[in-house]
């Protein structure tokens, strides 16, 4: 799968499910108006929703999968937007074929066009995007994983390897 770094956090913890991941009746090429949640919401301890990790009192890093290309990002949302993902990245990784899409972030790390490694910061999570930023939202990372075969970006449950994954403190 190449997602060698086995970290998705830089510190604070973790709590994810597979529940919430349909894969079924989505479409890449239709924006926002498909069917389905090919995507996993991975929350953070954060009662006061100040995208602070509780036990820390310190922002929670997001870390790269994968190995690839950032093609693709928004840093400038604001609240009252109307952009669903907040301010997010996709990272291309063309050895493995997928696009890896990381939103809700509060604050990115990487630019158009750079390259990055499994395990580097990208971003630090956050309550940016539509939805994410309404009180009854948990702070969260929203992660997707497609895979491109003919062209086509389907679905991909990466949800084994979500749960084998480890945070690691912070410096």
Request: proline share 5%.
């Amino acid at each position: 799968m190449g997602f060698s770094s086995g970290r998705l956090y830089q510190s604070g913890h973790y709590r994810g499910a597979n529940k919430g991941y349909i894969a079924g009746g989505y479409d890449f090429f239709s924006g926002n108006r498909h069917g389905g949640h090919p995507s996993f919401d991975i929350f953070i301890h954060d009662r006061d929703q100040d995208s602070l990790d509780d036990r820390t009192g310190q922002p929670v890093q997001v870390l790269s999968l994968t190995a690839g290309i950032v093609v693709a990002l928004e840093q400038e949302w604001e609240q009252g937007s109307s952009l669903r993902g907040g301010k997010y990245l996709w990272v291309y990784d063309p050895v493995n074929e997928l696009l890896v899409y990381y939103a809700h972030n509060n604050t990115l790390h990487v630019a158009l066009g750079d390259i990055v490694q499994p395990g580097d910061v990208i971003a630090e999570v956050g309550r940016s995007g539509y939805n994410a930023a309404k009180r009854r939202s948990p702070t969260h990372l929203h992660l997707t994983v497609l895979k491109v075969k003919d062209g086509r970006p389907l679905p991909l449950n990466v949800y084994q390897e979500l749960a084998r994954m480890r945070t690691r403190p912070a410096h």
